[in-house]
Structures are given as C-alpha cells and as structure tokens.
Nanobody
Framework: QVQLVESGGGLVHTGGSLRLSCAASGSGLDDLGMGWFRQTPGKEREGVACISGKDGATYYTDSVRGRFTISRDNAKNTLYLQMNSLKPEDTGVYYC?????????????WGQGTQVTVSS
C-alpha cells in the first residue's frame, strides 16, 4: 500500500511560482512512476507531469511544458513539482499520484489534493 500526502499549494499572482511536494510512504516506491494531476472547475482531471521510476524520464502535458518541472528525491521519498510563470488557467486542485508506469489515464494511488489558485 502506498500513501501520498501533498503540500505546498496556495494563492499566487499571475507570473508567480509555487513548489508542490508529495511525501510518499509504502513499499517499492523507487520503482513507481509518480506524477501530478489537476482538476479545474468544469473540467475532467488531467495529467500534468510524470516521472518514471525505471529511468527517470519525465513527461509533461503541453500546457505546462517549459514552465513546470517535476523531480523526485528517492532518499526522502518525496516528489516535487516546481511551477513557474503561473497562469490563472493553472488554478485547480493538484493531486499526487503513483502507478507502475506513467500514464495519463489515471493512477493506482492518489493523494488528497492541494489547492492552487492563481489570481489575475
């Protein structure tokens, strides 16, 4: 069983930055793909970024590529999402997720979510 706990959300102005963290616990964490999803009002949950546990490859949805950076510290069992140049459309609840492989269709394990609000 894997447990995920996010932190770092908040309110920021357009153009600002935030760093989300996800503390993970459980077995086999190093081998899991870990990522971030978000849900914005009126839209379905979407994958934002993912990092492979097998080779460290990173994947981003087009709307955040070049602005967001996903990373992981396996020694600390922590996943990060550095978000720069934030836009109002980045507003939403951000969820940490983990699966055997990175995939946009969903995940096997979820955190409870953290709110990110970008004001215009």
């Amino acid at each position: 069983q894997v447990q995920l706990v996010e932190s770092g959300g908040g309110l920021v102005h357009t153009g600002g930055s935030l760093r989300l963290s996800c503390a993970a616990s459980g077995s086999g964490l190093d081998d899991l793909g870990m990522g971030w999803f978000r849900q914005t009002p009126g839209k379905e949950r979407e994958g934002v970024a993912c990092i492979s546990g097998k080779d460290g490859a990173t994947y981003y949805t087009d709307s955040v590529r070049g602005r967001f950076t996903i990373s992981r510290d396996n020694a600390k069992n922590t996943l990060y999402l550095q978000m720069n140049s934030l836009k109002p459309e980045d507003t939403g609840v951000y969820y940490c997720a983990a699966s055997e492989l990175c995939k946009w269709s969903g995940a096997d394990y979820w955190g409870q979510g953290t709110q990110v609000t970008v004001s215009s």
